[in-house]
T-cell receptor
């Protein structure tokens, strides 16, 4: 499968613990996006990278959240001191200049579901 | 404020019916309007998209109608099938000026009964 891969698919943690999610984009894609989706809602933008540069962060991304894409390939999203309100599906998407110009398409992974007890 | 409002929240039709999902936006800078389809346990996948230079786009059984003056767009599914049962999200972006960041609507859960 050459789609966007996310790991882990499910994470249950206790309040106050740190969690990290990993996203492996489609190999030739230089753009990578993180979204958060809560039950019954549409995905909300968190941040995006072009290659290794983080170009935009949403105000939703509090200082407990940090994202990296160190070599312009895979990305990690870390949440420190988790709170119950962080429970959500964290979606990663990737794309490339060719797709953005022609179709605007983002390719989403299946998400990492976080449950904070 | 960048917002996309979607209705209805849920929709039930019989097989062969034509469900219609509506979206309205506020930001006149939006220049790209996709619809994404999401099945349970999966990420959203692009279904069809339109840019504001046309009023309608059709791909197979799916049609987007776009009304720029009203700042509204809608998705029509012709001859709906049980396999179309999914959650549908409209979205909008300002294209390259925002890195193609998408603003999504709240979603419509469609059920097509056999």
């Amino acid at each position: 499968d050459t789609g966007v891969s996310q790991d882990p698919r499910h994470k249950i943690t206790k309040r106050g613990q740190n969690v990290t999610f990993r996203c492996d984009p489609i190999s030739e894609h230089n753009r990578l996006y993180w979204y958060r989706q809560t039950l019954g809602q549409g995905p909300e933008f968190l941040t995006y990278f072009q290659n290794e540069a983080q170009l935009e962060k949403s105000r939703l991304l509090s200082d407990r959240f940090s994202a990296e894409r160190p070599k312009g390939s895979f990305s990690t999203l870390e949440i420190q001191r988790t709170e119950q309100g962080d429970s959500a599906m964290y979606l990663c998407a990737s794309s490339s200049q060719r797709y953005i110009v022609n179709t605007g398409e983002l390719f989403f992974g299946e998400g990492s579901r976080l449950t904070v007890l | 404020q960048q917002q996309v409002k979607q209705s209805p929240q849920s929709l039930i039709v019989q097989k062969g019916g034509i469900p219609i999902i509506n979206c309205a936006y506020e930001n006149t800078a939006f220049d790209y309007f996709p619809w994404y389809q999401q099945f349970p346990g999966k990420g959203p996948a692009l279904l069809i998209a339109i840019r504001p230079d046309v009023s309608e786009k059709k791909e197979g059984r799916f049609t987007i109608s776009f009304n720029k003056s009203a700042k509204q767009f809608s998705l029509h599914i012709m001859d709906s099938q049980p396999g179309d049962s999914a959650t549908y999200f409209c979205a909008a972006s300002t294209g390259e000026t925002s890195g193609s960041r998408l603003t999504f609507g709240e979603g419509t859960q469609l059920t097509v009964n056999p």
